[in-house]
């Protein structure tokens, strides 16, 4: 390592270490030692400190405690004249860095001083659990950290773009000589948010400790690895976490210092400054810290150094195309023109056919485009009609691959998509008319993104677009017809109707023990896969994740044991599993990597058991809220009396049936019942009776034992009557 590049992230972590050290006196001065901090939405205390330490902080005087061990880490700032070697001071310069980032940005959320303006701030275990899926499956390939400000608004809207289009998750944030790149950003009307991909942490270099802890989470939430294996976590983060960080414009000492931070856990930090480059791997797997001063070059240096892997379609349509646009809102104001929704028919249909009647690559517009649209109205029918054809196609593949048309056309720069079916809505805002964004663009994106992912299956993709009313009434009623068969088809399907079940071990990447196992009744606990996606998963990529394990010799009908299941997650789970029940949460239940949609957990004083879905931020009757639960659920173990699912699971005939089924559901938070809403009212009425949907409490009753114990008693719920489930 370079003595200038030592020197400087020595001396950073010391001005950090100060300010630390001074906050963290005036607080426990005025507050007293036992004065409680905490991030909010965590349940990993000060991250860092927890995955490194094995801390739990909880106040002032376990603050002092990190920042001793922060202090013990310092070594002094090499001198000009006597040489001493200084990678390993200045690695341990930027842990003690982080440390002490941790320490003052807990102490600003003490005095409400975080989060700041238009920025996120800490970023809660909810996010990094429901992006869990995306970074799993390759849509989101990496994180880029970017500190600074670029030379001018242009330059960073480039490079974000080219980051966007890449489909990276971009943490953008700190500033050079008093301008931030999030101003830059703003000014240009670049819309930003976790949706966009594009997340505004703060303006100063010491809020770049965020996306920081985002990653050691993954470590503690995915990888199954215990607070203090500090040298597990920061592996973890080297091997499977794709972040860099990218400084724009002059670094400083504090940028330095951070960036020594980033570059223990493996993240290289790329700048576009004439700096000394510390080119050695070992730390991080390829160089650690380089220059590229050419800014339409930067961002392809960034992906190399730090060997993302990225997957771009190149599609010929006018208008920028990935995966981070998919959040993007088409507001009123901006509007060109849009279909469906509220304002006009419109439908989505894709279907199979004979193959001789599919003319691969056609995209046929009939009727009127969108320049023609009235300037007053701005809306028009639309039916989207897709015919697929292939030898290896299977009709029950059409509905998986109807459901992407949602995300595809979504990934359009100036697209907006929602919902699904007849009930579509889509907007095409102004800038995408202006560049030459037509409909037959959507035809054109669908073709290519249908052979792009499923060329397995699929040989031959068609488009039709239909404007005319009459034309998309006539699609409606065809679509119709198919919508209700396949409602019935999966629908009708049972456990025992199949012999195979199927196997997801997409979570792998970060949780190396986790293995779902997905039947027709109980999907994914990210609630992404259903036993049907499994299947179609597993035509198009025979040795993919998704795996038939053909059900053989039933162990434990009940429970939902299989012999050849059980050897099966026994081997892929590294023997560290050696049976699963389907249907307990008891007894062997599956494993929780943690992107669960919602946790299950018994109350036993009950007799019962409550669901909690991620969104809900409040109190359970469990004394946990979902964050805190989730913080005891995760990593690829098994945690007999608390279960990660998918939300679908609820209303399943088989929700946990061993332990009494759904009559032993007590409590729900609101959102939760009223999402699921005529599917639980039925599942609930087949379960236990009509009026037992009104048995469930949620937060408006209850989110304590207390309360939840004479609701249930005055409505009688069944659980309180069933045997015992302990
Ligand atoms: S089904 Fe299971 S392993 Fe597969 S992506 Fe979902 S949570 Fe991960």
Request: aromatic share 8%.
């Amino acid at each position: 390592m370079s003595k200038l590049v030592a020197q400087a992230v020595i001396r950073g972590a010391h001005q950090i270490f100060k300010e630390a050290e001074t906050k963290l006196n005036k607080a426990i001065q005025e507050k007293g030692e036992s004065q409680k901090i905490e991030f909010p939405g965590t349940a990993f205390y000060l991250p860092m400190a927890n995955a490194l330490m094995a801390k739990e902080a909880k106040n002032l005087k376990d603050a002092k405690e990190i920042l001793a061990h922060a202090k013990s880490l310092l070594p002094e700032v090499p001198s000009d004249k006597i040489w001493l070697p200084y990678l390993g001071g200045a690695l341990d310069a930027g842990i003690a860095t982080l440390l002490c980032e941790e320490i003052i940005m807990v102490l600003r959320y003490l005095y409400k001083e975080e989060p700041q303006a238009d920025c996120e701030g800490f970023f809660s275990d909810t996010i990094l659990r429901s992006l869990g899926i995306q970074l799993v499956d390759g849509r989101m390939p990496g994180f880029a950290a970017i500190l600074g400000a670029a030379q001018d608004n242009k330059t960073a809207v480039e490079i974000v773009r080219q980051l966007q289009e890449r489909n990276i998750l971009i943490f953008a944030g700190s500033s050079t000589k008093g301008r931030s790149i999030i101003d830059q950003l703003k000014e240009e009307n670049v819309q930003m948010g976790w949706d966009n991909y594009i997340v505004p942490y703060g303006r100063d270099t010491l809020s770049g400790i965020y996306p920081l802890h985002w990653a050691i989470r993954g470590a503690l939430t995915f990888g199954g690895i215990k607070p203090g294996q500090a040298k597990k976590c920061l592996l973890y983060c080297k091997e499977r976490v794709f972040a860099f960080g990218l400084a724009l414009g002059e670094l400083d000492d504090l940028k330095y210092a951070t960036g020594a931070g980033a570059i223990c856990m493996g993240f290289p930090v790329i700048a576009d400054t004439d700096i000394p480059e510390v080119k050695p791997s070992g730390i991080t797997s390829y160089e650690a810290l380089v220059k590229e001063l050419d800014h339409s070059k930067i961002v392809a240096r960034c992906i190399e150094v730090r060997g993302v892997k990225v997957k771009v379609a190149k599609i010929p349509i006018p208008v920028m195309y990935g995966a981070a646009f998919e959040g993007e809102r088409v507001r009123k104001e901006n509007l060109h023109v849009e279909f469906g929704g509220k304002v006009s028919t419109a439908v989505e249909y894709l279907h199979s056919t004979d193959i001789n009647k599919v003319e691969d690559g056609k995209v046929e517009l009939i009727g009127s485009d969108i320049d023609n649209i009235n300037s007053a109205k701005k809306n028009m029918p639309l039916g989207i009609e897709v015919l697929v054809a292939g030898r290896k196609f299977n009709k029950d593949f059409e509905p998986i691959l109807e459901r992407q048309i949602h995300r595809y056309i979504n990934w359009a720069m100036g697209l907006m998509h929602i919902a699904q079916r007849d009930m579509i809505w889509i907007r095409i805002n102004k800038e995408a008319a202006e560049k030459g964004f037509r409909l037959k663009h959507i035809g054109i994106i669908l073709h290519a993104m249908l052979h792009q992912e499923y060329s397995a299956i699929l040989d031959k993709v068609q488009v039709k677009l239909y404007t005319d009313e009459k034309d998309v009434e006539k699609l409606i009623k065809q679509a119709q017809k198919a919508f209700e068969e396949r409602d019935e088809r999966i629908s009708g399907m049972t456990d025992e109707s199949v012999d195979t079940f199927y196997s997801c071990t997409l979570c792998q990447s970060f949780a190396p023990n986790h293995v779902c196992v997905i039947t027709p009744q109980r999907l994914g606990l990210c609630g992404a896969y259903s036993w049907l996606d499994g299947r179609a998963s597993f035509e198009i990529t025979p040795t993919g994740p998704n795996q038939p394990i053909q059900k053989g010799e039933c162990l434990d009908e009940k429970l939902g044991q299989w012999k050849n299941v059980n050897e099966f997650v026994n081997q892929k789970s590294n023997k560290s599993i050696g049976s699963i029940s389907m249907y307990s949460l008891l007894v062997d239940p599956q494993t929780s990597c943690g992107c669960f949609e919602c946790i299950l957990a018994v109350i036993p004083e009950l007799n019962g058991v409550m669901i909690v879905n991620r969104d809900y931020s409040g109190m359970t009757p469990c004394g946990m809220t979902f964050t805190t639960l989730a913080g005891s659920v995760g990593g690829g173990v098994q945690t007999p009396g608390f279960l990660g699912v998918g939300k679908l699971y609820t209303v399943s005939k088989k929700f946990i049936s061993a332990d009494g089924g759904l009559p032993r559901l007590i409590w729900m938070p609101k959102e939760l019942k009223e999402a699921l809403g005529d599917k639980l009212k039925q599942r609930c009425k087949e379960a236990a009776g009509a009026d037992f949907y009104d048995k469930i409490a949620d937060e408006t009753q209850a989110t304590t034992i207390e309360q939840l114990k004479p609701f249930l008693e005055k409505v009688d719920h069944p659980a309180l009557k069933m045997p015992p489930l302990l």
